[in-house]
Every structure is written in structure tokens, then in C-alpha cells.
């Protein structure tokens, strides 16, 4: 065996540290997995796919997904233009914007859920302009995609901002000297640079968003087959007693976030072999 | 225009632009988007829960805050902040110790596990807590038959807390403590300081703003984390109705002032954070780790 498991090192401590450190994994995080993992088990794999496999809950887990997807890609262009304003424009303002990103952070999405809903319901400040237009937004899959937009407006423009922070003028100078236009250089050298970074954000906020609840459920309606995400009915589930469906569905959602963030460690491992950092 | 720029271009020369930068026009588009974006985005929920909090007047809403339930759970959030935080941070603390200090394997693998909540919806966070300590699981079964229930109670929403806000103290402490090596508390230790010693005298002032930091992030979310709680708390009225749970029984019965009222101060609380959190990147933006999430 090559490594040692554990280094000799003079720092006192090791034994305090990760016996905390690891009680406190287990209590909290790993065994209440374990538990769901568990209750999956006692159920069977072919009566969670039973359970799963049902119109509604299909049309959930899409409808949760697919709307993620969207809010996830519009944070993506709002937010690389976002983290570029802030670093390299100087404007009145500036730096209230760049607080104001982290408000969806902070913000309890209990409170972001009635204040959108407020906001967008037919009678309200917003909801009544697109009235005039026909267009409903709360309670349909338009809420929906407005709820997940303000949960992940922050994960891209903070991925971004330090790479663009760490951008060197000069290479920007040699491409303009070697006759680029603005925009070339912008297309061919910079966004390559905050592609990975952006990536990275995407994946976060995808995630985020996939998982989302609070914020979702008072703006959604939550009519079956329609607006009726993934997370949602679990608690319905749950409500009913059942913890055989209930665990069936957050294992399936479990295994979605898993995917998602496998995919976010690839980014990074093949970012880092293509440009050095992340 | 020259100062809405990075200042390269000397004033003399008003049609000169420096290359790297774009064309004013461009400029101020992308700003106006950027600003636009968040007041409709960020600024316009922000101002209608005052604006619906404030419909009736400050007296409605004061009544309405002062209410018996109200206060209850206004009490609740504090006390499971009080109790999550605090555990919060001496795991982060241990955590950071552990993995900044000592080498051994599977370093990268425990990584991982704390940064594994992050990853899961807190509504499946909940449904695992529900079915490891609910009554009719094993564990459960024996805490309710001792008299000791943890879901549909106090201990349950702490728990469901705990989770959701699990890696935020750790995550803060790591990157900043890896770059401060641990040349200082082997040079402490070789002049005989005891273990503690060292860790007060040395490793507490090098990471106390970041330690602050990971502090506040964790204590916003413990106070406003919804979906978890939502799950295990049972949503019993004056017991287990936490502020976040209280403004959705409200809103579901239409008090609008009371559900906003509840909300503004949660709102409050969010300011309150970002501002400081603002302060603290500003004044020790050298002690807190580079990379800003959260």
C-alpha cells in the first residue's frame, strides 16, 4: 500500500476534530440518506418504478427539470452580462447592484414566493400589465420559470466575476493589435475564458432550481400535469402518510441532483486540462 | 465619459478609445440591462412586501406581529437559530480543523459528503430526516416511545436546519485556512503552547472574519430555510410553526398583512445580512476566501 492512511503530523487535535467532524456527518447528513436509501430498498426497485412511473409524476419531474433548464440558461447570458458591468464598468450605483445580486441568497424563498406572487398575480403591479396583453404569469408554468429565475439569478454572475476580475488587459491589447475587432476579441478570447466559470454556474443554479420549493409552490397553482413540480409532491405524499411513494420520488430526485453534479465535476476537470484554472 | 471608464484614455484625446475597451453605446446598453434586470428582478419583490406589509397602515401591522401565534413564532425561529448556528459553526470549525491541519486519505472524499446538502433538494433533505427519526422508524420509534419525539417537533425542524445549512461555516473556513498554512501553529506549539492555546491565540484571530462570515450566511438561511422544515415541522400552530411556515399558513388564509408583515421582517433580516456581509468583503476582503459564493 502506497499512502499511509494518516500522515504523522505534530498539529494536536486529529482525534477531537474528526470525531466531531464526523459524528455530526453522520448524524445529520449521511444516516438520513441512509434512511431514504434504505426505505427505497424495502420498497424494490420495481415498485419504486412503479411509483415513479405514472403520468404525474413523470410530468412533474419534466415540468421541474425542463423549467430549471430555462431559468437556468436565461441566469446563464444575464449573469455573464451581469459580472461583466460590475467589473469592468464604473457607473453610479455600481456597488448597491453588486449587494443586490446576493438578495435571492438571502432572501427566505417563503417571502420571495408570496412577493412574486403578489407581484405577478392578474391584480398586481406586473401580472395586471401582461393582462393587458392576454398573457397570465402566476399560477402557470410562466411563474414557475420567474420563481426559479430569482433563485439562481446569483450563481453565474459569482462564478464569473473573480475570472473576469483576473482577466489580463494585455491579452486583450495583443488581439486588438493584431487587428481584431472589439467584438472578435470579445467572441474568441474573452468568453472562452468565462466559459468554465459560467459553466459552473449554469450547473449550480440548474441545481438549485431542480430541487427549488418555497419559493415555487405560492406562485405555481399547483394543478396536476400542469404546474406541479417534482418537490411538491413528495410533501404530498407525505401528507397522505405514504413513505414508500415519498421515498420513491426523492430517490428518483436524488439521483437527478447526483447526475447534476457529476456533470459540474467534469466541467471543472475538463476545464481545467483546457485553460489551467477554474 | 472618461470616468465610467477604467480612466485609461487621456482626456485630451475625446474620440480615442482605448482597445480594450467597447464603444460607449455598448456600454451603457449593457448597463441599463444589468440595472433594469435586477429592479425588475430583485427590487420589485423587495418593495412589494413593505408595499403589502404597509397596505393597512403601521398600526394593522404591528397588531397583527404582536399577535400570540405570531410571537411564537417569532421565539421559534430565534431559538432553532440559536441552537443550529452555534452547532453550525463548531462543526465548520472541527471540520476545517480536521481537513486543513492533518493529511490522510479520503481527504477529497469527505470533501464531498459536507458539501453533499448543497446538492440535495431541501424537500428530500426533510423526507430523510422524517424517515430516520419518524415515529415509525427505528431510531424514531424508540426516542417517541422515551418520550423524546424528533419530527413533528422542535428537535426535528433543529435537525432539518442543520442539514440544509451544513457545509456554509466549513466551506468559508477551508479555502482561508489552507492559504494560511500551518507554519504558525507549529511555530506556537514548538515554543510549548498547549493545543488550545494555539487554536485561541493563533488559528481564531487568522480566521475570525471569515469564521463571521460563514456565521452570517448560516444564520440567514436557518432562519428562513422553508422547504425542510415544511416537511418535518407538522406545522402545529404556537408549537412548531417557525416564521417561514407561519407566513404561508397566513397567506393561505388570506391575511395579507399579517403573511407580509411576518415577511417584511424576514426581509429585514436579509438586508441586514447582505449589508453586512457587503461591510465585511469590503473592510477583510484579504481574510475571507477568494472565491465569493453564496
Redesign the interface.
Known amino acids: 500500500m502506497g499512502?499511509?492512511?494518516?500522515?504523522r503530523?505534530?498539529?494536536?487535535?486529529?482525534g477531537?476534530?474528526?470525531g466531531?467532524?464526523l459524528t455530526?456527518?453522520s448524524?445529520?447528513?449521511?444516516?438520513?440518506?441512509?434512511?431514504?436509501l434504505?426505505?427505497g430498498a424495502g420498497f424494490g426497485i420495481g415498485n419504486i418504478w412503479e411509483t415513479v412511473n405514472r403520468e404525474r409524476v413523470w410530468a412533474a419531474l419534466f415540468l421541474s427539470f425542463r423549467l430549471s433548464l430555462f431559468a437556468a440558461l436565461f441566469n446563464l447570458v444575464?449573469g455573464v452580462?451581469?459580472a461583466?458591468?460590475?467589473v469592468?464598468?464604473?457607473?453610479p450605483?455600481r456597488?448597491i447592484?453588486?449587494?443586490?445580486?446576493?438578495?435571492?441568497?438571502?432572501?427566505?424563498?417563503?417571502?420571495?414566493g408570496?412577493?412574486?406572487t403578489?407581484?405577478y398575480a392578474p391584480n398586481?403591479?406586473?401580472g395586471s400589465l401582461f393582462k393587458e396583453l392576454g398573457v397570465r404569469i402566476a399560477y402557470t408554468q410562466w411563474g414557475i420559470l420567474i420563481a426559479l429565475?430569482?433563485v439562481g439569478?446569483?450563481f453565474v454572475t459569482?462564478?464569473v466575476?473573480?475570472v473576469v476580475e483576473e482577466i489580463e488587459?494585455e491579452v486583450?491589447?495583443a488581439s486588438?493589435?493584431l487587428g481584431a475587432s472589439?467584438a472578435y476579441t470579445?467572441r474568441h478570447v474573452v468568453l472562452p475564458m468565462l466559459a468554465p466559470a459560467a459553466l459552473t454556474g449554469f450547473a449550480l443554479a440548474l441545481?438549485r432550481a431542480?430541487?427549488?420549493?418555497?419559493s415555487v409552490i405560492?406562485i405555481a397553482g399547483n394543478r396536476p400535469l400542469q404546474t406541479e413540480i417534482a418537490?411538491l409532491l413528495?410533501?404530498i405524499q407525505?401528507e397522505e402518510f405514504n413513505?414508500e411513494a415519498?421515498?420513491a420520488i426523492?430517490i428518483a430526485?436524488?439521483l437527478i441532483?447526483?447526475a447534476?453534479?457529476l456533470v459540474i465535476n467534469l466541467i471543472q476537470v475538463w476545464s481545467r486540462r483546457r485553460i489551467g484554472y477554474v | 465619459m472618461s470616468d465610467a471608464t477604467l480612466g485609461r484614455a487621456p482626456a485630451a484625446a475625446r474620440a480615442f478609445r482605448p482597445a480594450t475597451q467597447e464603444t460607449p453605446w455598448v456600454r451603457w446598453t449593457l448597463i441599463v440591462i444589468a440595472v433594469a434586470g435586477l429592479g425588475i428582478l430583485v427590487a420589485a419583490p423587495l418593495i412589494v412586501v413593505f408595499a403589502e406589509a404597509l397596505g393597512e397602515g403601521w398600526a394593522a401591522v404591528i397588531e397583527s406581529l404582536g399577535h400570540r401565534d405570531a410571537r411564537s413564532a417569532i421565539r421559534l425561529t430565534l431559538t432553532i437559530a440559536a441552537i443550529a448556528v452555534p452547532l453550525n459553526a463548531v462543526f465548520g470549525i472541527a471540520a476545517a480543523w480536521l481537513i486543513t491541519k492533518f493529511d490522510f486519505r479520503g481527504k477529497a472524499f469527505l470533501i464531498t459528503l459536507i458539501d453533499l446538502p448543497f446538492s440535495v433538494s431541501p424537500v428530500v433533505a426533510g423526507l430523510c430526516i422524517v424517515l430516520m427519526f419518524g415515529a415509525n422508524s427505528f431510531a424514531g420509534g424508540w426516542l417517541v416511545a422515551n418520550g423524546m419525539p424528533i419530527v413533528f417537533a422542535v428537535p426535528g425542524i433543529v435537525l432539518a436546519t442543520l442539514f440544509v445549512t451544513f457545509p456554509f461555516v466549513a466551506r468559508e473556513l477551508i479555502p482561508v485556512m489552507i492559504e494560511q498554512g500551518r507554519a504558525e501553529e507549529e511555530a506556537a506549539l514548538t515554543l510549548g503552547a498547549s493545543g488550545w492555546r494555539v487554536f485561541r491565540t493563533v488559528t481564531l484571530p487568522n480566521i475570525r472574519w471569515a469564521l463571521l462570515y460563514g456565521v452570517l450566511l448560516s444564520n440567514a438561511r436557518a432562519m428562513g430555510e422553508f422547504g425542510a422544515v415544511a416537511v418535518v415541522s407538522g406545522k402545529i400552530r404556537g408549537q412548531t410553526a417557525t416564521m417561514p411556515i407561519t407566513i404561508e399558513m397566513l397567506y393561505n388564509e388570506y391575511l395579507s398583512v399579517a403573511a407580509f408583515g411576518m415577511a417584511a421582517l424576514l426581509t429585514l433580516l436579509a438586508l441586514v445580512t447582505l449589508l453586512l456581509k457587503a461591510g465585511l468583503e469590503i473592510r477583510h476582503a484579504d481574510q475571507l476566501a477568494a472565491f465569493r459564493r453564496l
Not at chain 1, 448524524?27 to 431514504?36: E, T, Y
Not at chain 1, 431542480?210 to 418555497?214: A, P, R, S, T
Request: proline share 9%; no cysteine; charged share 15%.
Open positions: 499512502k499511509p492512511l494518516i500522515h503530523s505534530p498539529m494536536p487535535g486529529f477531537l476534530s474528526a466531531i467532524t455530526m456527518l448524524i445529520i447528513v449521511l444516516l438520513p440518506i441512509g434512511a431514504l434504505a426505505k444575464f452580462v451581469l461583466w458591468v460590475l469592468r464598468y464604473r457607473f450605483g456597488r447592484i453588486d449587494a443586490a445580486v446576493d438578495l435571492p441568497f438571502a432572501l427566505p424563498t417563503a417571502v420571495a408570496i412577493a412574486l403578489a407581484l398586481g403591479a406586473f429565475i430569482f439569478l446569483p459569482r462564478t466575476q473573480p488587459r486583450e491589447e486588438a493589435t472589439r470579445l441545481a431542480v430541487g427549488e420549493y418555497g405560492f418537490p413528495i410533501v407525505l413513505y415519498a421515498a426523492g430526485m436524488l441532483s447526483f447534476l453534479l
